[in-house]
Nanobody, 124 residues
Framework: QVQLVESGGGLVQTGGSLRLSCAASGRTFSRNTMGWFRQAPGKEREFVAGISWSGVTTRYADSVKGRFTISRDNAKNTLYLQMNSLKPEDTAVYYC?????????????????WGQGTQVTVSS
């Protein structure tokens, strides 16, 4: 059974930092695109960042460019999201996701596996 388990969320003040992790089990995603999404209360889930299987190609939502960094450790089957200069509008449940198909382009849609989410709250 495939599982994606996020951790690292919490409460932080404006301008602070958090590092999210997503541990995968049940299969390896070392050849698969992975990504981070978020959903704020009353809003649609939105793409935050994506990364190719090799880590060479990354893609970010405009709202987080320059502040967030996505990375991965294929040996550990783990995805990361370093979030700096956090703002109250970053408050949301953050989800990691993985593409079931290998060697696909980094994109903001069509992910097959999802974690349960971790809450990030940024206080003003």
């Amino acid at each position: 059974q495939v599982q994606l388990v996020e951790s690292g969320g919490g409460l932080v003040q404006t301008g602070g930092s958090l590092r999210l992790s997503c541990a995968a089990s049940g299969r390896t995603f070392s050849r698969n695109t992975m990504g981070w999404f978020r959903q704020a209360p009353g809003k649609e889930r939105e793409f935050v960042a994506g990364i190719s299987w090799s880590g060479v190609t990354t893609r970010y939502a405009d709202s987080v460019k320059g502040r967030f960094t996505i990375s991965r450790d294929n040996a550990k089957n783990t995805l990361y999201l370093q979030m700096n200069s956090l703002k109250p509008e970053d408050t949301a449940v953050y989800y990691c996701a993985a593409d079931a198909n290998a060697n696909t382009a980094v994109r903001s849609t069509s992910y097959d596996y999802w974690g349960q989410g971790t809450q990030v709250t940024v206080s003003s």
